[in-house]
C-alpha cells in the first residue's frame, strides 16, 4: 500500500487535487482494529475550475500513466482497490481539511480525524456505517467535545441522539 | 477447573474477547493491512463457496 499512498501524494503535489486524505474503513483502521474492506476510500477536494465544470479525468490519466487500471468504479492502483471520491459536502470537505498526518511504512499520507469518520458514517446511515461507529466508540480516543461541535456545525445531533437510543 | 456459573464462563470468555479487540486495535498500521489482506483471502474462500464475486486482495510489498 506504500507504493498507492505514495502515488496519491504524487497527485497532490502534481496539483491535480487541492489536498486528499484517507476515509472510510481502511481510515478506521489507524483508530480500531483491522475489519474486512475491498477498497481504500481516497477522499479528494478538488481545485474548482474557471468553468466550474468539475472532471476526474486529467486526475484518472495521470493515475493511468503510473499503472492504474479501471475497475468499475474503482481503480487498481500499485496493488490497491482504490475509490477516489470527490467531497461532496461540507462535512466532507472539512474532513479532508482538517485530516491527520499519518505514516505507512516509510510513507506519509493523511487520514481522516476519527470524530470526522464518525460524523460521515452517521451521515451516510447504512447498517455498516453503523457497525463503524459502534466500533469507533468501543476501541477509538474520541474527543467527545470536537465530535459535539461536528454533529452540531452539520445538522447531526438528531441523527446521534436516535443513533444512541437504538437498542 | 474451578466449578463456576455458566454466566461466569461466558462473561470470562466475553472479557477475553473484549481485551483481544483492544489488543488488536493497538497494533502497528502494517501489521493491520497484512491482517486485513488475509481476510480478505478469507472472504474469497467463502465467496467461492456460496458463489458471489470474489474481492481483490491487495498486494502489499
Redesign the interface.
Known amino acids: 500500500m506504500e507504493a498507492t499512498l505514495a502515488i496519491l501524494n504524487e497527485l497532490e503535489a502534481a496539483g491535480l487535487v487541492e489536498r486528499y486524505a484517507i476515509g472510510g474503513a481502511m481510515a478506521g483502521f489507524f483508530y480500531a482494529e483491522a475489519v474486512v474492506t475491498e477498497d481504500l476510500d481516497a477522499f479528494v477536494l478538488l481545485k474548482t475550475p474557471a468553468s466550474g465544470v468539475i472532471t476526474l479525468t486529467a486526475i484518472y490519466d495521470f493515475l493511468k500513466q503510473r499503472g492504474a487500471t479501471v475497475e468499475r468504479e474503482h481503480l487498481w492502483l500499485a496493488g490497491t482497490l482504490v475509490q477516489l471520491i470527490p467531497t461532496f459536502d461540507a462535512l466532507t470537505e472539512e474532513a479532508v481539511r482538517e485530516a491527520v498526518d499519518q505514516t505507512v511504512g516509510q510513507v506519509k499520507t493523511r487520514v481522516m480525524r476519527v470524530e470526522h469518520l464518525i460524523a460521515i458514517a452517521l451521515k451516510t446511515g447504512r447498517a455498516k456505517d453503523h457497525a463503524r461507529i459502534a466500533l469507533l466508540l468501543d476501541e477509538a480516543a474520541i474527543e467527545g467535545g470536537r465530535l459535539q461541535e461536528i454533529l452540531h456545525r452539520h445538522g447531526l445531533q438528531d441523527r446521534w441522539k436516535k443513533f444512541n437510543l437504538k437498542p | 477447573m474451578n466449578a463456576s456459573s455458566p454466566a461466569t464462563i461466558a462473561g470470562e470468555i466475553f472479557q477475553g474477547k473484549a481485551r483481544s479487540?483492544?489488543a488488536?486495535?493497538a497494533?502497528p498500521?502494517?501489521e493491520?493491512?497484512r491482517?486485513?489482506v488475509e481476510?480478505?483471502r478469507r472472504?474469497n474462500q467463502i465467496r467461492r463457496g456460496v458463489a458471489r464475486p470474489l474481492?481483490?486482495v491487495?498486494?502489499?510489498?
Not at chain 2, 491487495?58 to 510489498?61: C, P
Open positions: 479487540r483492544k488488536a486495535a497494533l498500521i502494517e493491520k493491512l491482517r486485513l481476510m480478505q472472504a474481492m481483490r491487495w498486494e502489499l510489498a
